[in-house]
């Protein structure tokens, strides 16, 4: 006879945090994020910890290089999305980890020939007032100028001036060359006036811009994921097909840490593909596996040997896999389960394994439940597509910034390998994702600093200062249907309708 679990599974819209004694030295800047992103043994500490307890979605509109920089310059890390060719997100990985914190390669190029209505629909289109001027218009091609705010004015010039005809030529320009640390790229901004400083190769080809901005932000950042060789660390995702080729590839690429992106983890692919992984590298390449929902789900994975597990199936954004397979489970029930299993596990073998509630998260104070239920960290993948650093192009429809966001298994991503159930898949592929807007929303610092401050403050009035300190003192309590409109603003005229519209509100 068919199973029954006996209590409804629950998302985390259904839960609130009942406040705990809070003492004077409980307060939010005393709060440290730290929570491990790879298995330990009892007493000993992880090979990875995350700074903050975020990372980024294994999807194509999401998690590229520019994400995965902007994401561990703020303490958490983003994992490349693994539905692109080999060489490709090798390729992105090895961009992150080549990065020179600082030095920015220009996304916003012009060439000699294009207009100033081309320098207007760019800085529309990037928000950079600092376009350089290659020979090809190519981000490395010959320096032959730059255009800033300074070099047109909109009101007395014709919209097809030539660049080459206003811009600031090379000969007038200070660059620096190849070899330039920051801290002297810095003195130079300094020493000139400059608000940036392009940095040339040998054969005058642009490399990078530093721009005294960034120079501080680098600073200012003390979360920082950096790795032995002060290189920010990033993710990839990998499926259970092609790991003998590809797993290869992003290790010499240099990727930190691999996660199996599947819509459904309890399975014999995943085991293999872990298998693969331990018979080439033993522990020295660390792989999660997931995702599920459950604690028979979560002891398969374990005992297969995954690094960390991931819990949640149909509770993303533009996941439809619950209507379309009718399989999944509530995200609050998901996540409250695999926990105690992963603490069974630790009581019984002294290996704790992280857990990940990945999708779901609307609110920020549902990131603060997921800690609170168990997890050791989310995935988002939402929630990030909304910022600059996403891949994706910002639109305007109807007068609204949007970003857009589209499912792995939505037919634009095309990536069925997420769905595998090994064979022969021809004439098997159904959609499980949708394509989808989601309003702009800014800076990933901007949003991500709001997101923790609001953690933060719940934790400490949990009593917390840490994410197993908030672990263990948290109490939760289920809230009804009707209680959950009295904790919105309610039987109020509101005068503004967006005033304490969260981060991560739609
Ligand atoms: P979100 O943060 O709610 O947007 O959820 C992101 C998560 O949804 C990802 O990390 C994946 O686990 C999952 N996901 C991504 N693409 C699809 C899809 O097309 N169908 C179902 N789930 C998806």
Redesign the pocket.
């Given at each position: 006879m068919a199973y029954y679990f006996d209590e409804p599974s629950r998302t985390f819209n259904e839960y609130l945090l009942v406040p705990g004694y809070s003492s004077a030295q409980c307060i939010p800047a005393e709060v440290s994020l730290k929570t491990p992103l790879v298995k330990f043994k009892r007493g000993e500490e992880p090979a990875i910890s995350l700074n903050i307890p975020m990372v980024s979605?294994?999807?194509q509109a999401v998690s590229d290089d520019g994400m995965a920089i902007a994401l561990a310059t703020e303490g958490g890390l983003s994992f490349v999305y693994g539905s692109q060719t080999i060489e490709d997100q090798a390729a992105m990985v090895a961009r992150v980890k080549d990065y020179k914190a600082g030095f920015v390669t220009s996304d916003a190029n012009l060439s000699p020939e294009m207009t100033l209505a081309d320098v207007v629909a760019l800085k529309e289109e990037h928000g950079h007032s600092t376009m350089p001027v290659t020979a090809d218009g190519s981000a490395h091609g010959k320096l032959v100028g730059v255009v800033t705010d300074r070099d047109y004015r909109l009101s007395r010039m014709s919209m097809d001036a030539k660049v080459a005809d206003f811009m600031t030529p090379r000969e007038k320009m200070i660059v620096a060359p190849a070899d330039t640390s920051l801290k002297v790229a810095n003195d130079i901004i300094w020493d000139n006036k400059l608000n940036s400083l392009p940095v040339v190769d040998d054969d005058d080809c642009l490399m990078y811009l530093v721009f005294r901005k960034d120079y501080d932000s680098h600073k200012s950042n003390p979360n920082e994921m950096l790795d032995a060789h002060k290189r920010y660390m990033v993710g990839a995702g990998i499926n259970t097909r092609d790991y003998a080729e590809r797993v290869p590839a992003l290790v010499e690429a240099g990727a930190d840490v691999l996660c199996i992106?599947s819509?459904e983890g309890y399975s014999d692919w995943q085991k293999f593909t872990i298998e693969w992984i331990r018979e080439h590298y033993g522990d020295d390449v660390k792989v999660g596996a997931g995702?599920v929902v459950d604690a028979e789900g979560f002891r398969f994975l374990a005992d297969a040997g995954a690094d960390f597990i991931?819990v949640?199936i149909?509770?993303?954004?533009?996941?439809?896999?619950r209507e379309q397979k009718g399989i999944g489970r509530g995200q609050a029930t998901a996540t409250i389960e695999v926990a105690k299993a992963r603490d069974e596990y630790f009581e019984e073998t002294g290996v704790y394994i992280p857990i990940c509630s990945?999708?779901?998260?609307?609110y920020d104070h549902h990131l603060t439940l997921a800690l609170a239920m168990g997890s050791d960290f989310v995935?988002?993948?939402?929630?990030f597509?909304r910022f600059d650093e996403s891949p994706t192009n910002k639109v305007n429809i109807n007068g609204s910034y949007m970003k857009e966001?589209?499912?792995?298994?939505?037919a634009r991503?095309r990536?069925w390998q997420?769905y595998d159930l090994g064979g022969d898949k021809k004439g098997m592929s159904f959609?499980?994702?949708?394509d989808s807007y989601v309003p702009y929303a800014g800076s990933l610092k901007d949003n991500v600093d709001l997101t923790l401050s609001k953690v933060k403050s719940t934790m400490c009035n949990c009593g917390a200062l840490t994410i197993p300190e908030l672990q263990e003192k948290a109490k939760l309590t289920i809230v009804s249907s009707t209680s959950i409109v009295e904790g919105g603003a309610h039987d109020v005229v509101l005068k503004d309708k967006t005033p304490y519209v969260s981060s991560s509100i739609h």
């Open positions: 979605a294994i999807m992106d819509s995702n991931k949640g149909g509770g993303g954004s533009i996941c439809i896999t990945d999708g779901g998260i609307v995935m988002l993948g939402r929630y597509a966001y589209w499912g792995e298994g939505s991503a990536n997420r959609e499980e994702g949708v």
